[in-house]
């Protein structure tokens, strides 16, 4: 157990449809990474928030959107999903914001369905 | 851009030692990281390397050569709970001075009885 956690685990929805992720980082840790993982893909980073701000942007879709709140829990926000966007959506947390040697953490992931 | 090479499948048997090669092209390079996933579970962090040279975990170790931009992970006495993907991470630079992993495709090892 990481320490990071994330619900839902299973989210099943329908095309055109929006859906919030959930993400709880371990105690302590200030920066939260979202990646999405499609079938035998490997890790896209999304985006970064570090101590609720905004760090870092990756492949994230218009269509995605995320936060950071006081209590250094975040969301991800997906809005008229597709098809193409079932995947596995991994959250994951470290201490610091781009120390190279900051080890990331990740949680369970919360698997997404679209149908 | 950063991209990564690694093999997509290795199969190996128990008690054998097995190297998984990484291949790199990044600007800004800070570091190689690896990370194992089981099937459906979350990556968990294997080992970092930020200098050239030999790291070694228990049963595991990890090799940089930065002049190359290559590494390795080396998995010695496999087990049967060894199976799993493994992927290559470079930690660099990207816009804003985020150090950003960025992730190799992932290579998925099989270990035999």
């Known amino acids: 157990d990481s320490g990071v956690t994330q619900t839902p685990k299973h989210l099943i929805t329908a095309t055109g449809q929006r859906v919030t992720l959930r993400c709880s980082p371990r105690?302590?840790?200030?920066?939260v990474y979202w990646y999405q993982q499609s079938l035998d893909q490997g890790l896209q980073f999304l985006i970064q928030?570090?101590?609720?701000?905004?760090?870092a942007k990756g492949n994230i879709l218009e269509r995605f959107s995320a936060q950071q709140f006081p209590d250094l829990h975040s969301e991800l926000n997906l809005s008229s999903l597709e098809l193409g966007d079932s995947a596995l959506y991994f959250c994951a947390s470290s201490v610091d914001r781009d120390r190279a040697t900051d080890t990331q953490y990740f949680g369970p992931g919360t698997r997404l369905t679209v149908l | 851009g950063q991209s990564l090479e690694q093999p997509s499948e290795v199969t190996a048997v128990e008690g054998a030692i097995v190297q998984i090669n990484c291949t790199y092209q990044t600007s800004g390079f800070y570091g190689l990281s690896w990370y194992q996933q089981h099937d459906g579970g979350a990556p968990t962090f294997l080992s970092y390397n930020g200098l050239d040279g030999l790291e070694e975990t228990g049963r595991f170790s990890s090799f940089l050569s930065r002049s190359d931009s290559y590494g390795y992970l080396l998995l010695q006495e496999l087990q049967m709970k060894d199976s799993a993907s493994y992927f290559c991470?470079?930690?660099?630079?990207?816009?804003?001075?985020?150090?950003?992993?960025?992730f190799g495709s992932g290579t998925q090892l099989t270990v035999l009885p």
């Open positions: 928030y570090y101590n609720g701000e905004e760090r």
């Open positions: 105690s302590g840790d200030l920066s």
């Open positions: 991470a470079v930690r660099a630079d990207s816009s804003g001075s985020a150090r950003q992993l960025t």
